[in-house]
């Protein structure tokens, strides 16, 4: 099963308010796919392992604009009290790229026990 970071997002995950994720790769992910919602995948030091936050499975997957994102796909990301202005700027702060980038659009649904 591949690992999927979700770095920005842990708390999210873990209180399961987000059921969608934005990515600049993961071109070949499937509908259907489960994979494993860690808290880093990358950058792990020598002894260190990831913590799995939870198991999901992808159920929708289209590339579109970064920039496109509207107020409910923000909060379906996790954070209701931002603008689609405020997150398209938090993701290119940490993702490096421009707003109008073309991103992978992933939503999914948690298929495993609700993890405290």
């Not at 913590?51 to 590339?63: A, D, G, M, P, Q």
């Not at 990301?77 to 991103?103: L, R, Y």
Request: aromatic residues 6%; contains cysteine; glycine residues 6%.
């Amino acid at each position: 099963m591949r690992r999927m970071s979700f770095a920005h997002t842990k708390q999210q995950i873990r209180n399961r308010t987000k059921d969608v994720t934005r990515r600049l790769g993961w071109l070949n992910v499937r509908v259907g796919e489960r994979i494993a919602a860690c808290d880093k995948t990358m950058g792990l030091k020598k002894g260190e392992r990831s913590e799995i936050l939870s198991e999901i499975r992808v159920t929708y997957v289209n590339r579109e604009q970064l920039n496109i994102i509207t107020k409910r796909e923000v909060e379906r990301e996790g954070f209701p009290d931002m603008t689609p202005d405020e997150f398209v700027t938090m993701f290119c702060g940490h993702m490096k790229c421009k707003s109008n980038a073309i991103i992978t659009r992933i939503a999914f649904e948690y298929i495993d026990a609700r993890v405290q």
